[in-house]
């Protein structure tokens, strides 16, 4: 089922309990990662305006954990690689930053926050535990995120080449940062529920939400794809709507 917020988002809960998640309107929280060009200061004031007009409260928050060693397996040199980062992360915390200042008045608390201030976070440690156990153990959990690794930096591969295991590994390690915030953020940030919004359908969606056993999203934590109405229009994916709308039914 699509939910369109406003004339700018069209969102799609990816399962019927997700959408009731989203209906309580208690939490969001929406990742971006560095150098990705579809988070610019324009789309983030958007989703600032978005979310504060739906939630109660709002968290950005941004990768910056292992950047520098993707930049480094896919190619860079040790120096190279963290000069990139530095300056990728420094720029993508002043775009949200930007966007988040112009988007008005926010009609509910916006917090931005890197991933590493969650290190020291217990919850977030058991979590982040349990994610390197399950890539460890389950055969399922690590498949989905083997594909959410290709899903990411495929395009990175010279043309006929596979992906390595060493940069398998900081795949796995950078996505292994980010995952408890999709398995249960509420207890990371002590808030009812929460909405994981993102603005394409992941791989691990299927694993986390939809599977019956290993690791799970907790009941009170939802995924759902919101992306910009314009986009959904003109998609050329039109699989991802039904797949969403079939588990959100």
Known sequence: MTITADASFEVLPFTRTCRHIWEDGDHVLIGVSPGNSYFSSE????????????FAQVDFVYADLHVDRMFAAFGYTVEHAEKRAAKEIKA?????????????????EIRVRALSEFQTNPV??????????????????????EEMALHFV????????SITDAQLQVCFDYMAAELPFFIDTPSILDVPSSVAAYHVKMPMTDVLFARGGGLRATRNQAYAVVRPEAAAAHSTAPTE??????RAA
Not at 43 to 54: C, E, G, K, V
Not at 154 to 161: A, I, N, Q, T, V
Not at 241 to 246: G, L, Q, W
């Open 43 to 54: 789309r983030i004031s958007s989703l600032s305006r978005w979310a504060t007009t739906r």
């Open 124 to 145: 977030y440690q058991l979590l982040h535990r349990r994610v390197l156990h399950f890539l460890e153990t389950d055969d399922v959990f690590r498949k989905g995120c």
């Open 241 to 246: 709507r039904t797949v969403d709308e079939r």
């Open 154 to 161: 495929g395009s990175k591969l010279p043309e006929g080449e």
């Open 92 to 108: 993508v915390r002043r775009r949200i930053l930007k966007g988040v200042e112009e988007s008005g008045p926010p009609h509910a």
